[in-house]
């Protein structure tokens, strides 16, 4: 009888470790889960609407003077997106600092919570300048500018769907087709996560984090949709 609860004890074990690395695939923004909607993710901080410095529902809202990876922040975006189903849910977070912060310190708090960096990272924007061209930059790391990252979008994609899924996912990235769906797949990540010291990164401010999943959240609402379909 010991013997044998011994190996349903390990075999909770091993399964609560396997979940625990299931949940770490891709990088989360601190105290938050990536498609929170944004009830959630203001308990998940333990505040109100009456909190942020600014609340639109449904968009976002906005936390000022909050310390984050050793830091003292300016201010830290909270970004949703509805993707067609009523339903908005955290995708993005972007954080700023001040001038004079030690962004070296942040940095190994950073290294510390998401492991080793990567060496470059391919970006894939919703905004498209010129039509039919998908908007698409890639960036290699420098002293001023680091990046992580999981796995190349493919990885998540079952074989047998992966043109249902390329079908479904046009409408939601800008001049993605069917002949450059195969690249979009190897080289977008669900979740980027870019740190920078000098504003290297656009749209980034001198001192800066962004945290991005779109993609996840996208595939994550795809995967519903289609398991719905069966």
């Known amino acids: 009888m010991k013997k044998v609860l011994l ?33 959630e993710t203001l308990d998940a901080y333990k505040i109100s609407k009456k909190d942020t410095s600014y609340f639109e529902e449904g968009l ?10 050793g830091e003292k922040t300016s201010e830290i975006i909270f970004s949703f997106i509805d993707l067609k189903d009523g339903n908005p849910v955290l995708c993005a ?77 046009e409408p939601f990235q800008p001049g993605l087709t069917a002949e450059n769906w195969d690249t979009f797949t190897q080289n977008a990540r669900m979740v980027t996560v870019v740190w920078s010291d000098n504003g290297e990164f656009p749209s980034l401010e001198k001192n800066s984090l962004t ?15 289609l398991s719905n379909q069966k």
């Open 7 to 39: 190996i349903l004890f390990l075999a909770v074990i091993l399964l609560c470790s396997c979940s625990k690395k299931a949940d770490s695939n891709y990088p989360e923004f601190p105290k938050t889960k990536w498609g929170m909607s944004m009830k």
């Open 60 to 69: 976002g809202f906005t936390l000022k003077g909050y310390k984050l990876f």
């Open 93 to 169: 977070v972007n954080v700023t600092y001040p001038d004079n912060t030690d962004m070296n310190n942040v940095l190994k708090k950073m290294q510390k919570a998401y492991g080793k960096t990567i060496s470059n990272v391919t970006i894939y924007d919703q905004y498209q300048v010129i039509e039919g061209i998908i908007p698409v930059r890639e960036y290699s790391e420098s002293e001023h500018l680091k990046f992580w990252a999981d796995e190349p979008v493919i990885k998540y994609l079952p074989e047998k769907e992966n043109e249902n899924y390329r079908d479904h996912w």
């Open 211 to 225: 945290f991005k999943a779109y993609n996840l959240i996208v595939y994550n609402s795809l995967k519903n949709r």
